[in-house]
């Protein structure tokens, strides 16, 4: 099973929501991350996570904040977003951050600020 | 040097026919080449990986060709069939760590 879920599909919120993106995988990956991908783009890397600690951050803003609960789960918090944040957020996960080895993608939450 | 130039940005082959996209990069460290195809709406998939060791791999319809001295690769889609187009990336990521690199895609349509 090579399968990495996320919830929710579609998103829609207001610069002053707070809301949460969710990915889980059970394929016993210790490396976990989110990207962004605009229209037409290739996916932005934003965050890494291994072995449950940050281990990456690609200077992204404070209003976007992960968590990393257990090495199935992965969040993402938003807070106060501006409409040039709509964008498919993808989670990945992959066997280990220094291997260098596939990374397995969800099918992403599109997001909407208004 | 982290940069992966892909080409062409988007492409129109024939049903049957072979399409193919090519990617270059600068960055010698680069160890691990996946290439993804993506339908709109949904996640990236994992197509096809080569390592550097070895100059093609084939799966299926779909082969990677690997020229290290050029610092080039590509992928070939034999075959191509109307349910193939979607967009393709290519990627780059370096011995021993994750980060991947991407090209900037391929939009590629087949005809009947």
């Known amino acids: 099973d090579t399968e990495v879920t996320q919830t929710p599909k579609h998103l829609v919120m207001g610069m002053t929501n707070k809301k949460s993106l969710k990915c889980e995988q059970h394929?016993?990956?210790?490396?976990m991350y989110w990207y962004k991908q605009k229209a037409k783009k290739p996916p932005e890397l934003m965050f890494v996570?291994?072995?449950?600690?940050?281990?990456i951050n690609e200077s992204v803003p404070s209003r976007f904040s992960p968590e990393c609960p257990n090495s199935s789960l992965l969040n993402l918090h938003l807070h106060a977003l501006q409409p040039e944040d709509s964008a498919l957020y993808l989670c990945?996960?992959?066997?280990?951050?220094?291997?260098?080895?596939?990374?397995?993608f969800g099918p992403g939450t599109r997001l909407t600020v208004l | 040097q982290q940069q992966v130039k892909q080409s062409p940005q988007s492409l129109i082959v024939q049903k049957g026919g072979i399409s193919i996209i090519n990617c270059a990069y600068e960055?010698?460290?680069?160890?691990?080449f996946p290439w993804y195809q993506q339908f709109p709406g949904k996640g990236p998939a994992l197509l096809i990986a080569?390592?550097?060791?070895?100059s093609e791999k084939k799966e299926g319809r779909f082969t990677i060709s690997f020229n290290k001295s050029a610092k080039q690769f590509s992928l070939h889609i034999m075959d191509s069939q109307p349910g193939d187009s979607a967009t393709y990336f290519c990627?780059?990521?370096?011995?021993?760590?994750?980060?991947?690199?991407f090209g900037t895609g391929t939009r590629l349509t087949i005809i009947p």
């Open positions: 960055n010698t460290a680069f160890d691990y």
């Open positions: 990945a996960s992959s066997q280990d951050l220094f291997m260098t080895d596939t990374q397995y």
């Open positions: 394929m016993g990956h210790r490396a």
């Open positions: 080569i390592r550097p060791d070895v």
């Open positions: 990627a780059a990521s370096p011995f021993g760590n994750e980060k991947l690199t």
């Open positions: 996570y291994s072995y449950e600690k940050l281990s």
